[in-house]
């Protein structure tokens, strides 16, 4: 029996962690911070780890209003992109120095629609130093719902959570730290406020048309938000705290106390702010003078909120999506990454075969990890690339319950389009990628590809569905998959070759696959075709 075949069953008896990927220890960081890029305002939050624990260290905020900045056509004018340069400097020198996985930077509604955001992107990581992810709505919504549970007092309610931001508004109901229904509309206080208060004018029927126009929104959500879906509600964010302290501040809730928004609140600040008429006067106690222009837009959306969801009570909390991305950021270095229970949810949602998922992410990310093994020295990027790999192992045939002809694109588009909790786009990107390249032509992920990280990624698990075509367990020989520029060698015994003619065919395919895309695939017979490096299996 091969030593390569053992792993594969010592693999197929593992149930308790993913297979094929090796444990490993992983790093314990006294340290943590996170970014949240929001459409108004960017903050960073650094925070001590003990345990399971954070304890706040640090903490920056900027109004940086970057949803000001998107023009009709969707694209972030330069103003807006130098207020957003020049704040990621400043926390890019707070950040400096703390580990590479440290750090997690997070981009919200503005730079998921920025048709420039590309670009941007590139500007931004070189001015703070670390990569962003650009998280999805339902994503944003889960990680709130984290912070904001983490913020409270142990209790077996069931929350509604509100956060208005910039660029759009989330609704979350929730239990203890799980969040079971998201949601994330496309209104926010800086949008709203642009469109319905353009020049700074507050009159009946602008305001009118500005809640009618969020009630809109809301109510295709509503009834999954119903009052009979949750025991409390609380707000999170800017929004929320600045109407609850105006609110408070001008004795306008009729209760004495503080930091709470009700109904009756805000009909009271609604008659003043048509009252003053103009928010370039607005002069109220409680209002940062740098929310004036967008205040308007955010009640709008908070008094659409309250008359749709019939709330008449809302609590304010401290905790909010920053809050979330460290506490999620703690759960992965305690094994409870979210995005693992994403992928074992879609296996079943799909019904994915487990065994045969096992098969493949064993051979894959053994072939990957002598692939990454010269060329990367960082350990921890070698270790993500790989679990990524895994995942794409495991969901590589979820599209067969679409259509078994080409159920690879079918397999892609899910996972670029589907809501995956725990996992950014550029996560979702690169899976369905990798499993678009997994078999067929390559033409069409070329550009992914040309990444040399990807490309090995690729190759590992494009050659791995090769060998258990079959769909069954098979005694594999000591093999071995190299890379030395734009040239893989697999070294594989021709005996077992002769043994094998279809693999044997496949594999000879595959040359002339890679070559349309420049790689130069070669099967190696011979020791000196096969550069075997010691313990690469």
Known sequence: MSAMYRQMKSNEKSVNKPPGIRPRIMHEYSTLAAVDLGSNSFHLQVARTEGKQLYLLDSLKEMVQLAAGLSEDQMLDEASQ???????????????????????????????????????LQKAEDALGFPIEIIAGYEEARLIFLGVAHSLPPS??????????????????????????????????????????????????????????????????????SPSRWQKAYGSSGTARALAHILTLNGYNNSDEAEIITLAGLEKLREFLLKTGDLRKLAIPGLNPDRKVIIAGGFAIMNAVFTELKIERMEITSGALRQGVLYDMLGRFHKEDMREVSVQEFMQRYQVEPQQAARIESLAVLFGRQLLAEDYIDQEKVENALKLLAWAARLHEIGISVAHTGYHKHSAYILDNADMPGFSRIEQFQLGQLVLSHRGSLAKTRDFLGQPINLARSIALRIAAIFYRSRTYIELPDMTLSMDGGRCTLCIPPAWLECNPLTDTLLNNEISAWEKVDVDFRIGNRVDDCHIRPGAA
């Open 82 to 120: 130098h207020r957003a340069l020049a704040c990621l400097k400043r926390f890019g020198e707070r950040l400096r120095g703390l580990p590479y996985r440290a750090v997690r930077v997070v981009g919200t509604n503005t730079l998921r629609v920025a048709r420039n955001a590309t670009d941007f």
């Open 156 to 225: 077996n309610d069931t929350l509604l959570v509100v956060d208005i931001g910039g660029g759009s508004t989330e609704l979350i109901i929730g239990s203890q730290l799980k969040s079971s229904k998201l949601e994330s509309l496309s209104i926010g206080c800086i949008s709203h406020s642009q469109i319905f208060f353009p020049d700074g004018k507050i009159t009946k029927s602008s305001l009118k048309h500005a809640e009618l126009a969020a009630r809109s929104e809301i109510q295709a959500v509503a009834a999954g938000f």
